[in-house]
Structures are given as structure tokens and as C-alpha cells.
């Protein structure tokens, strides 16, 4: 069924129709009908009718009855009859509504609602003469008034901040945005159930801690007046995940949400949901293979395929997936040489001269990470592991046994774009404790994002961390590269936004 194409409505058409509907339901109220009635169960859905019927070229069902509910989404009345088609949980459906069929005090109420209303519907499958199955309505009864009307159907709701502003409306009307929701829920799950056929154990640890770690980031700052405590919403799980680790939990998971105190981009929002996961005697080495494996798994349940596109270029998962140093991927993406890269003055004149700002203090690890960041990741578009991250910059990772500049750490770059972080695990409560120091040093020079000191997670070495691998997956990222989604906000069902301005 289409419907002939309108202009966007006005404000003060908009004003009109809403005053318009708030009378449509004075009416029925004063009429005695309950304009929002609760008696009202829907024993099948449209996905129901398909599945029975959709398969058939011939149907004759008068004894079939089906009974579904639905909001309004179009309509096209013709006299004594008239089709609408109605939208459930599962999908779209097509109803045939005849004045002779339904009685004319039930036609008449039938005329007055609005597309946005919605209603119950009992009727027979039959296929109309352009073939299009539909439900014979036997009965149609409202059941909500809609008191706004839907977006003009050729438009639809196309506003970027209003999609995610009134994502209720957006859901409605864009199918898109329903699957990606759909597609997320289902990725989650299958991470889930991955997760615990390998023997992990999902977990739940404090949102709210006296002390944030597990992350570089800025935390945000609440207070609990009953204890008259400063607390910080969490910026990772991870030393409460590793204090698991200690208790004896050998696999552990989280999957749950983080938040910092940053900038909101098309890859940052305020807060977010990762999945971080530790495996006692495991390595980071082990830890790439384990996830190539759940992401090829997720990929094919979800995909159907290992080779996809995502924002106009094509990404293979398949395996073996590269593997490069952070040293190496900037002698192969930047116009740097080896000896200038291993000079920290040389280098930093090198990053002075492709625009970064830097300060003239700054430490040959965190000069590196700048240069890589801005001359490499974003030309990692396959499936890449980064490793050998300069130990400066990852105050929880292992020191690798051969080189102590370096840590035994990985982040998986896809698309230009992080999407996992994970190493082997810095159990040596000495050497954590120096670390954490140092980090204490930088936060007094004034970085926001350096580590607290937290004693009692240095306790907890003390009593013995196994070797431990651990990895952090930022499952939004995740879903916008399996959804081909552009923004982080197109995944996050009510993403941080701006205050709303009102005339």
C-alpha cells in the first residue's frame, strides 16, 4: 500500500492536530470508552500470520482467526471499507476493515482513529488483488489513543538529534533503527553464551567505587551522604575483575557499562557498555587467538558471512588476523626512519612537524602512542593487533620478559578504529605499587586521567595474582561495525545529549 507523497508538517499544523486529537479523546471519555483500556490480549503476532500463510498463493482462512495488536502506521479508506497497516513487535501487517464485516456503530468509531493509535484486531488471512496477504478484521477495537501524530511516512523521522533525542518515535518509524537494536541484543547474547560454554563465570562489581581504576580516563565524581563519601562512578571494572582472579574465580566476565568523563563524538559517549573478561594461566598471546574466534563466531551468527562492509569498505574476518608492533606500524604508515623513531628528541620533532602539540617534557612512550594514533590506526582497517606498547603508557600490563620498555599487550584495531584491549596481566605487587606511584606523580603534574593509588587492590597481589590474561571488548564499537552503523550514538538506545532547547 503507498500513500501519496505530502510536505512536512508545520508547527502550527502540528499545534492543530494535537488539539485536535486531545478533543478525539475528551470525546470518547464522555461517550463512556475508555480511550486507553487494559483487557485487551493479543494471542498472535504479524510474523504469526506470515509464517501460517505466507508461503501460500491460495488462501481461504475464515476459520482461522488470529488476534493482533499494533499502532497505526498508514491508511487509505475508500467509503465503506478501508485498509490500514498495523505494526507489532515482529514486523508489519496489512488489515482490511469493512463496514459490513464489523458492524456500522464499530465502522463508525474505526473512521476517527488516527494514524499512531493503537489497536486490536481480530480478522482471517486473505490476499488482496495485488497479492499482498492482510487480515480480514471480524472485530478492530482502540485501545491508545496517540495524542502526536507519526512523521510524514515518505520523510519518516530523519532529523539526526531528534532520532536520538525521541528514539521512542524513531524506533516506530524507522525499520533500520529496530534492527540494529535487535542485531545488538543478539550480539550480546551470543557473547554471553560464548563466554560461558568456554567456563566463565559472569560476574557483577561496584558501578560506584571509592577509588576508579582500570583505565586512563577522567572519572565522574558523586557522593553518598550516608557515609559521607566521595565516590566515582566507574571508569572499568577491572581491579575489582582481578581481585576475582586472586579469590580463586579463574574465568571471569563483565559485561555491563563504563563511564568517563570526556568529549561525546561519533566514538565516544559518556557512558558505555564493555564486556572484560580474565583467564588465569593464559597469556596475552592466547588471548588473540580467543578472540579472533568469538568474533568470527559472532560475525557468522549474526552476518551469515566473515566478509562485510562497513562505511563503504570491505572487512574480512578471516583468519589469521594481522599482527604488527606499534613501533613497526609507524615505520610503515608514517614518514619516519627507525633511528629517528628510537631518538625521543628526533621523534618529537618528527611530531612537531605533522602538527601535534606536545610538551617539551613529554616521555618517549606517550610520544610514540601520539605519533602511532595520528599517523597509523586510522589506516588499520582489517583486523589488527597492535602489541608492544610502550610500558609508560600501560601502568597494569606485564613487563615483557625480554625488553622492560614495552609491556606484553594487544589492542584490536578494525576500521581504523579501537575495539579491544587486552595483556597479559602485571602481577608482581612490587612493581604495580612503583607504578602506581609514578601515575600518582603524573596526576600531581596535573593528569586528570592518571591512575589513584589503590592499596587494597595492591593488598590483593600481595595474597598472589595468578598469571592472568585480561581483555576489555567495547561492545558498542562492536555492534557499529557489525550494523555498518556510522555513529556510536545509532547504537546506544538513549545516547548523552545536549539539553534540550525549548521555544
Known amino acids: 500500500m503507498t500513500l501519496p507523497r505530502k510536505a512536512p508538517i508545520t508547527m502550527e499544523e502540528l499545534s492543530e492536530l494535537l488539539l485536535q486529537r486531545r478533543r478525539k479523546v475528551d470525546t470518547l471519555w464522555e461517550a463512556g470508552i475508555n480511550p486507553y483500556p487494559n483487557d485487551f490480549r493479543p494471542e498472535h503476532t504479524s510474523a504469526d500470520v506470515f509464517a501460517a500463510y505466507g508461503d501460500k498463493e491460495q488462501v481461504d482462512a475464515e476459520h482461522d482467526i488470529f488476534v493482533v495488536a499494533g499502532r497505526i502506521l498508514a491508511r487509505r479508506s475508500f467509503g465503506k471499507a478501508a485498509f490500514i497497516k498495523i505494526q507489532d513487535r515482529k514486523g508489519r501487517l496489512q488489515l482490511y476493515i469493512k463496514k459490513d464485516e464489523i458492524g456500522e456503530q464499530a465502522f463508525a468509531d474505526f473512521e476517527t482513529f488516527d494514524i499512531g493509535d493503537i489497536v486490536g484486531v481480530e480478522g482471517f488471512p486473505f490476499r488482496t488483488k495485488t497479492n499482498e496477504l492482510s487480515?480480514?478484521?471480524?472485530?478492530?477495537r482502540l485501545l491508545v489513543k496517540s495524542l502526536h501524530p507519526l512523521p510524514e511516512k515518505f520523510h519518516g523521522l530523519t532529523d539526526v538529534e531528534t532520532r536520538y533525542r525521541q528514539r521512542y518515535v524513531d524506533l516506530i518509524v524507522n525499520p533500520e533503527s529496530r534492527e540494529i537494536f535487535i542485531k545488538r541484543s543478539r550480539i550480546i547474547n551470543l557473547i554471553r553464551a560464548f563466554m560461558t560454554a568456554r567456563d566463565f563465570l559472569e560476574v557483577e562489581t561496584p558501578m560506584m567505587q571509592r577509588i576508579p581504576g582500570g583505565a586512563t580516563a577522567k572519572p565522574f565524581i558523586t557522593h553518598h551522604n550516608a557515609l559521607d563519601m566521595q565516590?566515582?562512578?566507574?571508569i572499568a571494572p577491572e581491579l575489582y575483575l582481578k581481585r576475582l582472579v586472586v579469590g580463586g574465580m579463574e574465568r571471569v566476565f563483565e559485561i555491563n557499562r563504563n563511564f568517563r568523563n570526556e568529549g561525546i563524538s561519533v566514538r565516544h559517549n559518556p557512558e558505555f557498555t564493555m564486556m572484560e573478561f580474565y583467564q588465569a594461566?593464559?597469556?596475552y598471546e592466547d588471548l588473540m587467538n580467543f578472540t579472533e574466534e568469538l568474533f568470527c563466531h559472532v560475525a557468522q551468527e549474526v552476518l551469515g558471512t566473515l566478509d562485510f562492509v562497513n562505511q563503504g569498505r570491505e572487512i574480512s574476518f578471516q583468519r589469521p588476523w594481522k599482527r604488527l608492533t606499534v613501533r613497526d606500524a609507524i615505520l610503515e604508515y608514517g614518514d619516519i626512519d627507525a633511528k629517528k623513531l628510537d631518538d625521543r628528541d628526533l621523534a618529537l620533532i618528527y611530531a612537531r612537524s605533522i602538527g601535534l602539540d606536545l610538551p617539551d617534557d613529554i616521555g618517549h612512550g606517550k610520544l610514540m602512542m601520539e605519533i602511532f594514533e595520528e599517523v597509523a590506526e586510522h589506516k588499520l582497517i582489517q583486523p589488527t593487533f597492535v602489541t608492544a606498547y610502550p610500558t609508560e603508557v600501560s601502568p597494569l600490563s606485564r613487563k615483557n620478559d625480554h625488553n622492560p620498555d614495552i609491556v606484553d599487550r594487544f589492542e584490536l584495531i578494525v576500521g581504523g578504529r579501537e575495539i579491544a584491549n587486552a595483556f597479559s596481566e602485571l602481577n608482581d605487587p612490587v612493581d604495580q605499587k612503583e607504578r602506581f606511584l609514578s601515575q600518582v606523580a603524573e596526576k600531581a603534574k596535573g593528569d586528570e586521567e592518571a591512575h589513584y593509588m589503590d592499596e587494597d587492590y595492591i593488598r590483593a597481589l600481595e595474597y598472589g595474582l595468578?598469571?592472568?590474561?585480561?581483555?576489555?571488548?567495547?561492545?558498542?564499537?562492536l555492534v557499529m561495525l557489525l550494523t555498518d552503523s556510522a555513529s556510536i550514538r545509532d547504537v546506544i538506545l538513549f545516547?548523552?545529549?545536549r539539553k534540550e532547547k525549548r521555544d
Open 466 to 477: 595468578p598469571p592472568t590474561a585480561g581483555e576489555g571488548i567495547g561492545i558498542d564499537r
Open 495 to 497: 545516547p548523552q545529549l
Open 281 to 283: 594461566y593464559a597469556t
Open 231 to 234: 565516590l566515582f562512578l566507574r
Open 135 to 140: 487480515l480480514h478484521a471480524k472485530k478492530i
